[in-house]
């Protein structure tokens, strides 16, 4: 091959690098091309679960390609959100947040395994939930104030199981505001806690509102008040606690969060996805169903929840005397 030839082989690749290049990065831009992780930091059975298969199927359906759920459990929800972050940062794995594992852990938890606001790209709030206390069908009391006064004639007797920060607060401001001596114990997921009720090992468990309905209508477990500060619609005939205890408030939030890092074209066009799927009305029932309410905000809206809510769980470990694990 002569010289020249050479030299024109050499500028005609030269000049087809580029659209290759351009190629090639509008291929690897093009989001999703495959399938999206979905990590759930609890166990299957629980409303966060389900949240997390109905939102992947609406999400799959979206954006055309598979959102694959995976449950990955343990110490309140941490061990799923410690790993969602060691993951690649572009949009492929994506994890349940929540007030748990972000505003109450670093008050819980010495090592996380994340820094709950530098560690993560929030996309989205879900929804919010309140809790039910739960007894066996045959506990003595019918009704909250006769509960509490069973626990007030029985000090230190009355067990109540928790699963997570949020049942563990519960219990706490149980304990406070009712001026009661309960003893709280720690399980590593609600399902445990119903199982040891139902087999009289404890006295009684907070759940969140979606488990709770199940076992209420199923008649495994008894509901006798809700941690909401009014009644919740979906179980009008169940009194809240606040009726009882002024003051008496607790409720859960979920939302849809992402490594930190990952590209903001990426979480932009998940938000967009997100708030089609929740503003549905058929959606907003789906999820009412369960004992939740949809509550839609944005990315920065739910870093800033998290920063305002994190002092509260500062003080609830305080007061509760709470060594961080």
């Known amino acids: 091959m002569n010289i020249s030839k050479r030299i024109f082989i050499r500028y005609s690749l030269s000049l087809a690098a580029p659209t290759a290049l351009v190629e090639y990065a509008s291929a690897q831009t093009s989001y999703p091309n495959k399938p999206i992780h979905l990590i759930v930091p609890f166990a299957p059975g629980q409303v966060t679960d389900w949240l997390a298969r109905f939102i992947g199927e609406q999400m ?69 939930l309140p809790w039910m206390l739960m007894v066996k069908p045959d506990f003595p009391a019918k009704n909250f104030e006769e509960f509490l006064s069973y626990a007030r004639a029985n000090p230190g007797k009355l067990n109540i199981g928790y699963g997570s920060s949020s049942s563990q607060l519960c219990i706490h401001l149980l304990r406070t505001l009712g001026k009661v001596d309960i003893l709280s ?7 445990q806690t119903v199982v040891d009720v139902r087999a009289g090992l404890l006295q009684a468990t ?68 997100l708030s089609k799927i929740l503003s549905k009305p058929e959606n907003k029932q789906k999820i009412a169903a369960y004992g939740g309410d949809v509550v839609m905000l944005n990315g920065d809206q739910v870093t800033a929840l998290i920063q305002s809510e994190s002092p509260m769980w500062a003080k609830f470990a305080r007061e509760s005397g709470i060594q961080p694990e």
Not at 85 to 104: E, K, M, R
Not at 207 to 234: C, E
Not at 237 to 254: F, H, K, N, Q, R
């Open 206 to 273: 907070f759940l969140d509102m979606g488990s709770a309905m199940a076992q209420h209508t199923q008649g495994g477990l008894r509901g006798i008040a809700v941690t909401s500060p009014s009644r919740s619609s979906i179980i009008p005939t169940v009194p809240a606690i606040s009726e009882t205890l002024p003051g008496y408030a607790m409720t859960s939030w979920l939302a849809l969060g992402a490594p930190s890092g990952t590209p903001s074209s990426v979480t932009s066009q998940l938000y967009t996805v």
């Open 60 to 128: 799959a359906s979206e954006l055309k390609q598979p959102v694959l759920v995976e449950n990955k459990a343990g110490l309140n929800g941490t061990i799923g959100n410690a790993y969602a972050v060691t993951q690649p940062a572009d949009g492929y794995t994506l994890v349940i947040t929540s007030n748990g594992t972000h505003a109450a852990a670093p008050s819980l938890f010495k090592k996380l395994g994340y820094d709950p606001i530098k560690s993560f790209t929030q996309i989205g709030s879900l929804m919010s």
């Open 185 to 191: 114990i720690p399980y590593k997921g609600l399902g």
